[in-house]
């Protein structure tokens, strides 16, 4: 990433969550410890999913897909969280600083298109359940995710390409724990008109826009839902995209209150960048495999499948 060439600092300072040495080690091991059962539990539900027959339809494509995006989402701000709580000046690089607000666009933003794929997936299986197979086609699904991805990308991109025309010569003090977009703002001694207006027309565009799609299809999904006759047939249909639902109040919920609210590295707003970048990444598995009778089965034969396999090494190598 080329910088602009009028910005006469080379690192922003991140005040992080604590100036407290004593805190800064208890945060340490917390979020190392929410990192490492993040990367654990998003493995393994790729692993899961890509292992079991019974698991290859539509719906678990996407979600493989929503773990691959946890993955990366956690693993692009928490490793330089975890440095910085050890490190004395809790420095990063302009180009490291516009690189981390590209790739939380990036993830961010194909995660909101996904689990709006996601949505019109339980629409199509609750609404027109005798033609899931032919509406939710192998070229469909494929052209939802990389749709997803190529908006992304597109999204970050321009953000991204605004940004590093900005000029930083005045405060470089961050006061979060991360490089966002809103943070940087207040930064910048050039104008910032332009950034701000792509910044929030994008932000109109993608966050409500994929918003809206979700609403709609839950809407029909209701409508759907209510109209059955049997109250076990309701709750059998309704199951079938709690999961999702779930996901979805707990992804859009935090990153409305966070973007919505002023930058002013307030302990609130701390909490709900935590909650969007940390806590999301690691729930969102714990959700669809607590919550979905089909991915616990699919954990058990493939925690069988595991042991037998050791078994029959074990046996192998005793003769």
């Known amino acids: 990433m080329a910088l602009g060439n009028h910005s006469t600092i080379g690192n922003f300072v991140l005040l992080g969550l604590s100036a407290d040495p004593q805190i800064q080690a208890l945060l340490f091991v917390l979020f190392l410890g929410i990192y490492i059962l993040t990367l654990m539990g998003n493995l393994w539900m790729l692993l899961v999913i890509r292992t079991d027959p019974q698991l290859h339809t539509p719906m678990y494509f996407f979600l493989s897909h929503l773990s691959f995006l946890d993955f990366c ?12 709580l050890l490190s004395q000046r809790k420095a990063i690089s302009v180009g490291g600083c516009l690189a981390q607000v590209f790739f939380v666009f990036e993830f961010g933003g194909t995660e909101a298109c996904l689990l709006s794929a996601m949505a ?51 405060d470089d003090s961050i006061p979060h724990f991360s490089c966002e977009l809103p943070s940087l703002f207040p930064l910048s001694c050039s104008s910032i008109t332009t950034n701000f207006i792509v910044l929030l027309c994008s932000s109109v565009l993608h966050a409500l826009g994929t918003c809206l799609l979700i609403i709609v299809s839950y809407a029909c999904i209701v409508s759907t839902i209510l109209s059955i006759t049997s109250s076990s047939g309701r709750g059998k249909a309704f199951s079938t995209c709690s999961s999702h639902l779930t996901a979805v109040l707990l992804y859009y919920g935090s990153a409305f209150l966070r973007y919505l609210m002023p930058t002013s590295g307030s302990p609130l707003e701390l909490i709900f960048s935590v909650q969007y970048n940390v806590i999301t990444p690691l729930v969102n598995p714990l959700i669809y495999s607590l919550k979905n009778n089909e991915v616990k089965a699919a954990v058990r034969r493939t925690l069988k499948k595991y042991l037998q396999l050791t078994n029959h090494t074990q046996e192998v190598m005793c003769k």
Request: charged share 15%; aromatic share 14%.
């Open 73 to 84: 989402f956690s693993s692009a701000t928490v490793p330089k969280l975890l440095e910085n």
């Open 120 to 170: 019109y997936d339980r629409y199509v299986a609750i609404c027109h359940p005798l033609h899931y197979g032919q509406m939710m086609s192998n070229q469909l699904c494929k052209g939802l995710v990389w749709g997803s991805w190529g908006l992304g990308f597109l999204d970050a991109f321009i953000n991204a390409i605004l940004a590093m025309n900005l000029d930083f010569c005045e």
